[in-house]
Protein backbone atom coordinates (compact mmCIF):
# COMPACT_ATOMS: atom_id res chain seq x y z
CA UNK A 1 0.00 0.00 0.00
CA UNK A 2 1.58 3.06 -0.93
CA UNK A 3 2.51 5.77 1.45
CA UNK A 4 0.85 9.50 1.49
CA UNK A 5 3.76 11.79 1.45
CA UNK A 6 3.18 15.49 1.56
CA UNK A 7 5.94 18.02 1.01
CA UNK A 8 5.47 21.32 2.78
CA UNK A 9 7.71 24.38 2.35
CA UNK A 10 8.18 25.56 5.61
CA UNK A 11 9.12 29.84 6.43
CA UNK A 12 12.33 30.83 6.51
CA UNK A 13 12.55 31.51 10.84
CA UNK A 14 14.67 33.40 12.46
CA UNK A 15 13.55 32.86 16.07
CA UNK A 16 12.91 37.11 15.32
CA UNK A 17 11.14 38.68 18.08
CA UNK A 18 7.30 39.71 16.33
CA UNK A 19 6.42 42.56 17.60
CA UNK A 20 2.84 42.74 20.15
CA UNK A 21 1.27 45.50 17.60
CA UNK A 22 2.07 42.96 14.56
CA UNK A 23 0.71 40.00 15.70
CA UNK A 24 -2.52 41.88 17.34
CA UNK A 25 -2.46 43.36 13.43
CA UNK A 26 -2.54 40.23 12.07
CA UNK A 27 -5.07 38.28 14.28
CA UNK A 28 -7.42 41.18 14.25
CA UNK A 29 -7.54 41.69 18.28
CA UNK A 30 -6.24 44.78 20.12
CA UNK A 31 -2.61 45.01 21.90
CA UNK A 32 -3.68 44.90 25.11
CA UNK A 33 -5.74 41.93 24.52
CA UNK A 34 -2.76 40.03 23.06
CA UNK A 35 -0.46 41.11 26.20
CA UNK A 36 -3.22 39.40 28.59
CA UNK A 37 -3.65 36.44 26.73
CA UNK A 38 0.27 35.81 26.67
CA UNK A 39 0.44 36.72 30.39
CA UNK A 40 -2.70 34.47 31.23
CA UNK A 41 -0.78 31.60 29.67
CA UNK A 42 -4.15 31.66 26.85
CA UNK A 43 -2.20 32.24 24.17
CA UNK A 44 0.34 29.92 23.65
CA UNK A 45 3.08 31.72 20.81
CA UNK A 46 4.41 34.28 23.19
CA UNK A 47 6.07 34.78 26.93
CA UNK A 48 6.02 37.14 29.66
CA UNK A 49 8.61 37.97 32.22
CA UNK A 50 8.13 40.57 34.24
CA UNK A 51 10.79 43.44 34.33
CA UNK A 52 12.51 43.78 38.02
CA UNK A 53 9.92 45.18 40.73
CA UNK A 54 7.95 47.38 38.21
CA UNK A 55 4.87 46.34 36.97
CA UNK A 56 5.91 46.49 33.08
CA UNK A 57 6.72 42.84 31.19
CA UNK A 58 9.11 42.15 29.11
CA UNK A 59 7.74 39.82 25.87
CA UNK A 60 9.15 37.59 23.92
CA UNK A 61 7.05 36.02 20.81
CA UNK A 62 9.32 33.81 18.09
CA UNK A 63 8.43 33.83 14.76
CA UNK A 64 7.92 30.10 14.51
CA UNK A 65 5.37 29.83 17.58
CA UNK A 66 3.63 32.68 16.47
CA UNK A 67 3.15 30.99 12.96
CA UNK A 68 2.58 27.82 14.40
CA UNK A 69 -0.58 29.20 16.32
CA UNK A 70 -1.91 31.79 14.36
CA UNK A 71 -0.99 31.23 10.71
CA UNK A 72 0.88 34.45 10.32
CA UNK A 73 4.39 34.94 9.13
CA UNK A 74 6.12 37.91 7.95
CA UNK A 75 8.91 37.58 5.53
CA UNK A 76 9.59 40.79 4.88
CA UNK A 77 10.03 41.81 8.59
CA UNK A 78 13.08 39.22 8.60
CA UNK A 79 14.99 41.36 5.85
CA UNK A 80 17.52 44.24 7.05
Given at each position: ??????????????????????????????????????????????????VG??????YY????????????????????
Open positions: MPENIYKVDLPAFTGRNVPIKEIAKAIGKDAQYVRLGIQQGILKFGTAIKNSKEFSCSDKRVWEETGYFNSESTKE
